[in-house]
């Protein structure tokens, strides 16, 4: 056995050799995700990130008893058969989290300079919530709250909405103050893309620091206009959006395109993807990915998706990924390395929501409550944010989960009120991919 990838981080400082006991049987740990590659069997432990490779007779003394096969007890692939898997995961967690690093202040912040929006998008999930503008007042105290909480650091601004730019004066006005007090700071966005132009660009680039962009496209020319329902009925949204994604990356703007994916334009985005392959194949600055809408994701939706009409889903979605992936337009990412601890920024110590109205709160999807400061005061509800932490009860299908190490259902999230078996195929399906990327990518082994 070879070994590719040693624990992560502060795993090494947790974990000592396990050791072979005389007597004992053993096999792999659960979270133990296997896939074939040149010169033999790549294993990767989720919950460690360990990565072996085992030469085929190695494989096969792993399949009679993963003891004979010297490393996989000691590196913790494979443990004791009455072992508790998950109270080992929760242990882990329970250990490394003492001893992160503590953190001091913030140095990430979603900002919404406003919760209005030029589109009409029907799955929108902030339907029916209040539409507030960020006013120069609020965007002085946003700006002097970032430059009191940063403690020196850099930091990340992700601006939001609503549409951000909607209110781009917010944002030129924060970004103003900061770079006037010395805070470094970088920033992306997520928008529809559609206020772009060049005076909008340059001032992005140049003062608010804008690196990376996402925008949505839900379909084809006509598909896209019929959703996005823009209030400029006079402009071919499409077309100006495109327009758009060309200047942004033009300028050196990276620009994650997303891909909302549902059963009545799934076939459709797989014409989009050939038209996004022709426009932007080969331009590293351009990204795709396709993201799922189930019922949950739409205030008040009417209309449930059966088991079949899911799985059906998945399947039109996997077949526009394999053909964003041949391309090149879409990467899954690399094979993880850091001990996972938390979901998102809402169980993220380090990271703020801040509202247009000055509220400061843990997730963007919490705009009209929640909250647990403001931007104008120094105090915090401890009790709040420990709220954006509790997870739910565990279920059945945790039992037998191979990335159950990864995985962080919070109460309040409602994207984690389901767990559906397509969805982790699917995110077993992008290990593997990962897997081979990682191993083909590193230094050709010794024979």
Not at 112 to 132: H, M, P, Q, V, W
Not at 172 to 183: N, P, Y
Not at 373 to 390: L, N, P, T, W
Request: charged share 30%; hydrophobic share 35%.
């Amino acid at each position: 056995m070879k070994l590719l990838q040693d624990y992560a981080s502060p795993l090494p400082k947790l974990l000592k050799d396990q050791q072979v006991r005389e007597g004992e049987s053993y096999r792999l740990i659960r979270y133990v995700i296997q896939q074939p590659a040149e010169n033999g069997i790549l294993l990767y432990n989720v919950l460690t990130k360990a990565v072996a490779l085992l030469t085929p007779e190695e494989f096969q003394e792993m399949v009679e008893d993963p003891a004979r096969v010297a490393g996989l007890v000691a590196k913790w692939f494979a443990v004791p058969v009455g072992f508790d898997d998950r109270q080992f995961v929760h242990q882990v967690r329970a250990i490394a989290k003492t001893l992160r690093k503590h953190v001091k202040g913030y140095n990430s912040y979603t900002i919404l300079s406003t919760t209005d929006c030029n589109a009409r998008c029907f799955y929108c999930y902030e339907k029916g919530r209040s539409r507030i503008h960020m006013s120069d007042e609020t965007a002085v105290a946003t700006a002097d709250y970032i430059i009191r909480n940063s403690c020196g650091e850099k930091v990340k601004l992700r601006w939001f909405g609503g549409e951000p730019l909607y209110n781009k004066k917010a944002i030129a006005r924060i970004c103003s103050l900061l770079k006037e007090a010395g805070v470094e700071y970088r920033s992306t966005m997520v928008s529809n893309g559609f206020l772009f132009d060049d005076e909008t660009v340059n001032e992005a680039v140049n003062e608010w620091k804008l690196e990376k962009v996402q925008i949505t496209l839900d379909g084809t020319e006509k598909t896209y206009n019929r959703i996005k329902d823009f209030i400029y009925p006079e402009d071919n949204a499409f077309r100006r959006v495109l327009g758009n994604i060309h200047r942004l990356v033009g300028a050196g703007v990276k620009v994650v395109i997303r891909l909302n994916i549902d059963r009545h334009n799934a076939e459709d985005l797989l014409v989009l993807a050939d038209q996004l392959i022709d426009a932007f194949s080969g331009n590293e600055l351009v990204k795709v990915y396709s993201h799922s809408l189930f019922e949950a994701c739409v205030p008040g939706a009417a209309v449930k998706h059966s088991d079949e009409q899911r799985k059906e889903l998945f399947g039109k979605q996997l077949k526009l990924q394999a053909r964003l992936l041949d391309s090149g337009l879409s990467r899954i990412g690399k094979l993880g390395h850091d001990l996972k601890l938390n979901r998102c920024m809402a169980d993220n110590d380090g990271s703020v929501v801040i509202l247009p109205d000055g509220h400061v709160g843990k997730c963007e999807h919490f705009s009209e409550s929640d909250w647990f400061a403001h931007v104008s005061e120094d105090g915090r509800d401890e009790e709040v944010i420990a709220g954006f932490k509790v997870l739910r009860p565990e279920i059945d299908a945790c039992n037998e989960c191979p990335v159950y190490p990864d995985c962080f259902r919070l109460v309040k999230c409602e994207e984690a009120v389901h767990c559906y078996p397509e969805e982790q195929e699917e995110r077993i399906r992008n290990i593997r991919h990962q897997m081979l990327e990682f191993y083909n990518f590193m230094p050709k082994l010794d024979n």
